[in-house]
DNA sequence: CTCGCATATGACAACGTTGTCCAGGCTCTA
DNA sequence: TAGAGCCTGGACAACGTTGTCATATGCGAG
């Protein structure tokens, strides 16, 4: 009984109620099938006449070409993914603008999704990005291990890593300077004559944290500063925990007199925290936020350019897809100093 | 010559290199076609012996499955599309990522795209997610003529609009209270002795826009006031001429004593050049801004729950695909008046 | 007038998956 | 021990599109 198992059928899968097929649109211009393909598509060997009926067709019918069947025919989907920590964070949307951008100017669209910082989550999106046959990924990662990428990659989806390095496999990364913007910052402060100068950042286990820890110590080392542990606070970032820890700075026997602050977030919260302090503390943040410089003072701030960061990536995989390349780089975007007041604070004790 | 067709045919789809498929995987392993489809999508029936075998062959090949051909076979995507305005502006951050956050859990992935404020874009982007057969649509309009999905609609793709209204269809709206958030926003200034009121926003073509306006003059007749014409500032947003426009509010033989923004672009300019004042001049802003409390004086906001505008359109959606929904409605959320000082300046002449 | 050629059109298979249906082997019971 | 019923597994068609190839049509040249 075909005709039952047809309707059966239909209605599993009728989300849609039953748009129009090219057949559909055939029948009705008393047309072949593949003639209206070739409509659609723009291919060349259709009379005039026989398009003008066809397009009559289309438009009585309201016809929309299935994309889900063309892909799988022809292998490609046009669409590339974008797995990042979080959409909300007013940091990824310049970069995910940027990488959309890119993908429109090559005819693709943009699939994404948030990791929120979870390594299972991130792998979860990324598969599910891959199944979805997207022709590329573009990864901010959550997690340090990609090596449930590989089949992917050797299965031709081209892949990049954005803001922070791939882990455990070979391919395209592109970072910020982190190490060199944090030594950059913190020089600034140690040229303005701070000597005590402490360090807030996130959890070194995080690849960019680590890195800006490392440019802060290599600037005090530059100086020859000894660094006492008191000054440093790693693996902080809600807004209690940055309080307590730049609290605990500024008061002991041997307060800081400067904050180097490790990405937006804790500046803001520090910067909260110095407003309500009676001694003025200099501040050097890394990551640059709106308003910043309407502040009193201005934060000066190590910047990165968030939507530099996107369109390279973007632009590196496309070319990957265009067969460009063969050998993973890491390509590096330079930071930028930007000085506000907050930072030319002399030291007062 | 059906060995050269194949080849070809191979070619043109190679994106991919070749990808095993579960027939390569049923052969690896020795078992039908069906009962790798089976192990994949954890369908009983199988021994666990068999279903031993299989995966084996799976994670040998390192199969994943084709989801375009499942979604051709089965006529849903489980994904839906964002038609956004600007990726990059932050208040879209939170709304995109709570529209996620809902698809995410009906296990939907989202697509997402902005319109750049273009109308021919934004249909552009709509029709490509429409051929894309994502289940659904949550659009934040850049034009006002949205007839052209209505066969989508029909053919029953659910759609929610947000932010702005849908033109000339009938569909699902969740708005803001514009009107009333605006109104409350120039009470507040007017309890507050002033009298004198601009008003700088953006071209009343846009609802939003128009709305806040209307709410202005409401709560400014509702006051008895006369507003004059010299007041009022439309279709201004970039700095500079929201600069020159708020420059001449305040000077004049009858400068303005507050001035009430359209949105939050408008409001951070016009603080800008209320900084550089001599004196000081109250500001209510429409929209909420990171950092508006940290500022001097804080900037007083009527503020919009961008998550939760996102959040209660995708739920919408959702309802809406689960065919619990009818009748389009228009859903209309409140707006908060976050009072932080500059809205609670007295007026000075 | 006919042959050859170019051009317009259609028939058909294939893309990789899932739903349906059937076959074979097993267990359990009368 | 035979028959009923269940469980496992596989063959096959279909989803809507595109690439290939074959055919039909018309036209100009010989």
Redesign the pocket.
């Known amino acids: 009984?075909?005709e039952?198992?047809?309707r059966?059928?239909?209605?599993?899968?009728s989300r849609y109620g039953?748009?129009?097929?090219?057949?559909?649109?055939?029948a009705r211009a008393?047309?072949?099938?593949?003639?209206?393909?070739?409509v659609?598509?723009g291919?060349?060997?259709?009379?005039p006449?026989?398009?003008r009926r066809v397009q009559e067709a289309i438009d009585a019918l309201g016809?929309?070409?299935?994309?889900?069947?063309?892909v799988?025919?022809?292998?490609r989907t046009a669409s590339i993914g974008l797995v990042l920590e979080d959409l909300a964070d007013p940091f990824y949307g310049p970069l995910s603008r940027a990488v959309e951008e890119v993908a429109r100017a090559h005819g693709a669209l943009l699939i994404n999704g948030s990791s929120a910082e979870d390594p299972d989550r991130e792998q979860e999106l990324a598969l599910a990005l891959c199944a979805r046959r997207v022709d590329g990924l573009v990864v901010i990662p959550a997690g340090d291990d990609h090596r449930y990428l590989e089949p992917e990659i050797k299965a031709g989806v081209a892949t990049v890593f954005v803001d922070r390095p791939a882990g455990k496999i070979d391919a395209d990364v592109v970072l910020s300077d982190n190490y060199g913007g944090a030594r950059d910052g913190v020089a600034h402060l140690i040229a303005h004559g701070h000597r005590r100068i402490g360090f807030v950042g996130d959890m070194p286990r995080i690849h960019t944290a680590a890195e800006r820890l490392r440019g802060y110590r290599a600037a005090m080392e530059d100086a020859g500063i000894e660094v006492a542990d008191a000054w440093m606070s790693l693996g902080v970032t809600d807004p209690q925990r940055v309080r307590r820890a730049a609290e605990e700075m500024l008061s002991g026997p041997d307060p800081v007199t400067a904050i180097f602050t490790g990405n937006n977030r804790v500046t803001v919260t520090a910067v909260r925290v110095l407003a309500e302090h009676k001694r003025p503390v200099a501040v050097v943040g890394f990551d640059d936020f709106e308003l910043a410089d309407l502040l009193q003072p201005g934060v000066t701030v190590v910047a990165q350019d968030a939507a530099a960061l996107g369109r390279t990536a973007a632009e590196r995989l496309f070319r990957q897809l265009d067969g460009d390349l063969i050998t993973p780089e890491r390509i590096e975007l330079p930071t930028r100093l930007i000085t506000r007041g907050s930072g030319e604070l002399p030291p007062r004790d």
Chains 1, 2 share one sequence.
């Open positions: 009984m075909p039952t198992a047809r059966t059928d239909r209605l599993a899968g039953n748009r129009p097929t090219m057949k559909d649109v055939a008393g047309v072949g099938l593949k003639t209206v393909s070739r659609v598509n291919e060349p060997g259709v009379t006449e026989t398009e016809f929309r070409r299935n994309d889900s069947a063309r799988l025919r022809k292998g």
